[in-house]
């Protein structure tokens, strides 16, 4: 494991998300959910998969040392899927640094993370690029999708050569080639789609961008 992507490890923590009985996601999502989060600076910001946190009326983050963290709730953006949330105490974590999607193109080999140290970091490839189309009325503009299929998903961590961010896992779809293959596959988020959204969704909860 190169150095550079080392201390993702330890930026990779439990999120566990509590939902009332009466919300609107409850039967769909469930009302206690359970994913991944990325330390993203070092005021204890952490973005995840929005749909993990969405109607929560509650949210902790455990580290790998076993702490546990209370959390606020600052946002989720329909659009890209990403919610942010901070912890209320300090992490006293390194926090991983945004990267560029761009590079990794079909073939190219990333390394997905999450909460658990190395025995939940998993080598894999990019299968494409190309926007994703949810049946939920959700279109996500360049999606990366890698294989094998990572099961442990929810928010989890995707990194390229160069060790920083470059997505979030969201889901696994059952073919991300041709039409008349099976290939089990993750799909990322962009952590580009972020980037232009960010201060909106930190001072208002919420993108202006349409």
Known sequence: MPERTSHAFGAALKLHARIPGDAWTSKSLDTAREGHAIVIDSNGL?????????EAEAVTLTTNDGREVMVEILAHDHDTGFGL???????????????????????????????????NAVPLRVVSRHDF??????LLKNAIFTAPAFPSFGGAA????????????????PNAGSADSHSP?????PINALKPIMADLLDQGRSERR
């Not at 952490?46 to 969405?54: E, F």
């Not at 949330?85 to 993370?113: C, E, H, S, W």
């Not at 189309?133 to 959700?138: A, L, P, Q, V």
């Open 158 to 173: 995707l990194f390229a050569d160069q060790g920083r961010l470059i997505g979030i896992s969201s889901l696994i779809i």
């Open 185 to 189: 596959s993750n799909m990322f988020v």
């Open 85 to 119: 949330v901070r912890a209320l105490q300090p992490l006293n974590i390194k926090p991983l640094r945004l990267g560029d999607y761009k590079p990794a193109n079909g073939g190219t080999a990333v390394l997905t993370v999450g909460f658990g140290g190395t025995e």
């Open 133 to 138: 189309s949810g049946y939920w009325e959700y």
């Open 46 to 54: 952490v973005v995840t998969i929005g749909y993990l946190i969405l």
